[in-house]
């Protein structure tokens, strides 16, 4: 699958179910409507959906939501997807969690060949990390990583950078990702969907960030390259990799190498622009792939060249838009 940017796509982030134990202040609403349950797609129809896009060059999935954990049966569509891993289909299987039902979860990721897990996860602070996800324990998140690093998972730890309310924790997460042996990334806070307005304002432009930060680490340059939008450096006083993903300050769109599904089957070929293709009538009207490949082609010529987050006038999408049903 080449794009009409000459961008190879072989990287796909399929979004599970919009439902999530979390309603963190920048991605959900606390009283959040979900989708009709017959709307969702069964596991089933996402295992066939995500051989479609393996037939068409994808090499990497990503698990998302919402949060994947919380699906019931979701270790079924697991077990399914590491048993192209084995086949050879794929070269990575992985999964973007909240960490609250990985303690459960973890071994039965490691058995289905999942090597890494991306484990969101804003402060330490017990306090704070409640404000920020409204629902949270953080102390059930480290023991969920605990278990991960046990069963042979490296973790990447995913942070959202939030003036006044995480840039004060951000030293002692770094120190804390060198202790566990975790790499870390930040995140610029992007305006999607439920993103309050209480927020705006809020998002801390990573390279002020990163210029705070190196007064207190030495920040050595890295040719990491993840196949992400992250930029990478190592933090020459833990080893660990430090990841920035700018999507506001910085334009991270030449390299894209990726789709997004919702759990609905909507193709979302650019996180930061509208024009979903629904790939649920191809998928339910027939028992063939070739229709849903055809719909798949079909979406991704309207793939664009970049997002708009910062063009005048932009506005946040709707809510059902929001990360937790495109799949952050
Ligand atoms: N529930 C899982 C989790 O939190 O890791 C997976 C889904 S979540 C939508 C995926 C990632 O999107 C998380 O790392 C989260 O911090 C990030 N995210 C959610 N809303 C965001 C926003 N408005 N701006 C930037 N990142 C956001
Ligand atoms: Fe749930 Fe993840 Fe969104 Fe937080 S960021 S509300 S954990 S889906």
Known sequence: MIDPHGRAITYLRLSVFDRCDLRCLYCMA??????????VLSLEEMDRLAGAFIT???RKIRLTGGEPLVR??????????GRKLAAGRLDELTLT???TLLAR????????????????LDCLDPDLFHRITRLGRVETVLEGIR???????????????????NEGEIDRLIAWCGETGCDMTLIEAMPLGDFPNALRGRELPLPELRRRLETRWSLRPSDHVSGGPARYVEVAETGRRLGFITPLSGNFCDGCNRVRVSCTGALNPCLGREGAVDLRPALRGSK????VQQAILAALRHKPQGHDFL??????????RSMNSIGG
């Open 30 to 39: 606390e009283n959040t409507t979900f989708l009709p349950k017959a709307e």
């Open 56 to 58: 068409l060059g994808v």
């Open 72 to 81: 019931r049966g979701i270790a079924t569509l697991i077990d399914r997807l």
């Open 97 to 99: 969690t909240n960490g």
């Open 105 to 120: 979860h973890a071994e039965a990721l490691a058995a289905a060949g999942m090597r890494r897990v991306n484990v969101s």
């Open 147 to 165: 278990a991960a690093r046990a069963a042979g998972l490296a973790v990447k730890i995913n942070t959202v950078a939030l003036r006044g309310l």
């Open 288 to 291: 063939s792939d070739l229709p």
């Open 311 to 320: 063009s005048a006038g932009y506005e946040p999408p709707p809510s059902r």
